[in-house]
C-alpha cells in the first residue's frame, strides 16, 4: 500500500517510515522539509493521489493553546478533505489518552479539537489515543526540575515504547478503520513521582507537587488507559537496561 506519514520526520514519523517500509508498503514521510505541508496545503493533493491510508503524527509548531488547536484543527480538515478526493481509503490520527478526563491541560483541549475534525471529515478514520512514551520521560522530568529537585505529583501513567507504538501503528494502517478510538499503552501503569525517582540523577530528589500532572488539575487516574487497550511488552526497567549509555 501507498501510506503517506504526515509529520513523516520527526521521531516517531521517522520511526514509522521506517517499519512501514520493512513490511513492504510504499511509506512517503510528509513534512514541510520534504515539499508537503498539511497545515498550508502546499504539495498535499500531489502526495495524497494514489495514496491508500494517512497516518497523522504532527506536532505543532507552538504549545500555545490557539496556535496548537488552530494547526491541528486546519490540519485535520485539509487531511481528510484532500483525501476523501483522492479516495485515500483509511485516516489513522495519533492521539492521547484520557483527552476528556485531563482537559485543564491546554494541548489536551487542542487535541480534542484535532479529533473533532478527523470525526468530522469524509474519510474512514482510527484514532489512536496512546499513553506517554518512555523515550520522551526524561523530557517531561526535565521540564519540571528547579536545580537538585524535580517537582512531580502521583498521577498514574502507562507509558509505552515508542517501537511498541509503531508496531501497533502499522498493523491499524494494514486493517480497516474503525470509525471510532482505540488505546495503546504500556504494560504497566507507574505513579509519576515513582517514575522521577527512578529516573533522577544522583543528588537529585523529587518533592511531591500540590497539582498533580505538570501543574495542571488532573484525576490521577486520567490517563490510565481502559480495559480494551492494546498493550505493549516493554517495561520501564527493560527500557532502561536497554538505553542504558
Known amino acids: 500500500m501507498r501510506i503517506v506519514v504526515v509529520g513523516g520526520t520527526g521521531q516517531t514519523g521517522r520511526l514509522l517510515v521506517e517499519a512501514l517500509r520493512g513490511r ?7 513534512s514541510p522539509s520534504t515539499g508537503i505541508d498539511a497545515f498550508s496545503g502546499v504539495g498535499l493533493e500531489e502526495a495524497l493521489a494514489g495514496t491508500d491510508v494517512v497516518i497523522d503524527v504532527t506536532n505543532p509548531p507552538s504549545r500555545d493553546e490557539a496556535a496548537a488547536t488552530e494547526f491541528f484543527r486546519v490540519t485535520s480538515e485539509n487531511l481528510t478533505a484532500v483525501g476523501g478526493k483522492a479516495g485515500v481509503r483509511h485516516h489513522v490520527v495519533l492521539s492521547i489518552i ?13 487535541k480534542l479539537a484535532q ?8 474519510v474512514p478514520y482510527t484514532i489512536v489515543r496512546a499513553a506517554q512514551f518512555l523515550e520522551f520521560l526524561g523530557d517531561l522530568l526535565q521540564a519540571n526540575t528547579e536545580g537538585d529537585e524535580i ?5 498514574r501513567v502507562q507509558p509505552i515504547a515508542l517501537s511498541d507504538l509503531v508496531s501497533h501503528l502499522v498493523e491499524i494502517a494494514e486493517g480497516d478503520p474503525a470509525g471510532g478510538t482505540v488505546e495503546a499503552a504500556g504494560p504497566e501503569v507507574l505513579a509519576m513521582d515513582e517514575i522521577g525517582r527512578r529516573l533522577a540523577a544522583p543528588g537529585q530528589r523529587v518533592k511531591s507537587d500540590g497539582k498533580p500532572f505538570f501543574g495542571a488539575d488532573v484525576p490521577v487516574d486520567a490517563l490510565v488507559a481502559g480495559p480494551s487497550a492494546h498493550l505493549g511488552r516493554t517495561t520501564l526497567s527493560a527500557w532502561l537496561a536497554a538505553n542504558e549509555s
Do not use: T
Open 115 to 122: 479529533e473533532a475534525a478527523v470525526r468530522a471529515g469524509e
Open 24 to 30: 513492504g508498503h510504499e511509506a512517503v514521510p510528509a
Open 98 to 110: 484520557g483527552l476528556e478526563r485531563a482537559s485543564d491541560l491546554a494541548y489536551y483541549r487542542a
Open 151 to 155: 517537582r512531580l505529583g502521583p498521577v
